[in-house]
Nanobody, 127 residues
């Protein structure tokens, strides 16, 4: 059993930055993948980024490559998403996710590859 809690969301102007954090409690997947998804109003929940918990391998959605960076701290059981050069289209509820799959597989499977979800944190980027 794993519980995921996101934090760091808020309101930011276009071009600004935010850093989201996800804290895992209970049983953790020290050899599994952590990731981020997002869901904007009226849209489906989309894959954003994933990182293998132990290997450090990362993968990003094309829409965020070069702007977002996913990182981890296994000692603290946290995974962060540094979001730079934010655009209004980045506005969404961001969800932390944990998967039994490696990062590359998580990106392919998308929602079906997620075993645990956080409740989400709202990011609003104003123009």
């Amino acid at each position: 059993q794993v519980q995921l809690v996101e934090s760091g969301g808020g309101l930011v102007q276009a071009g600004g930055s935010l850093r989201l954090s996800c804290a895992a409690s209970g049983r953790t997947f020290s050899s599994s993948t952590m990731g981020w998804f997002r869901q904007a109003p009226g849209k489906e929940r989309d894959f954003v980024a994933a990182i293998n918990w132990t290997g450090g391998s990362t993968i990003y959605a094309d829409s965020v490559k070069g702007r977002f960076t996913i990182s981890r701290d296994n000692a603290e059981n946290t995974v962060d998403l540094q979001m730079n050069s934010l655009k209004p289209e980045d506005s969404a509820v961001y969800y932390c996710a944990a998967s039994h799959n490696i990062a590359q597989v998580m990106a392919v499977l998308k929602l079906s590859g997620v075993n645990y979800w956080g409740k989400g944190t709202l990011v609003t980027v104003s123009s």
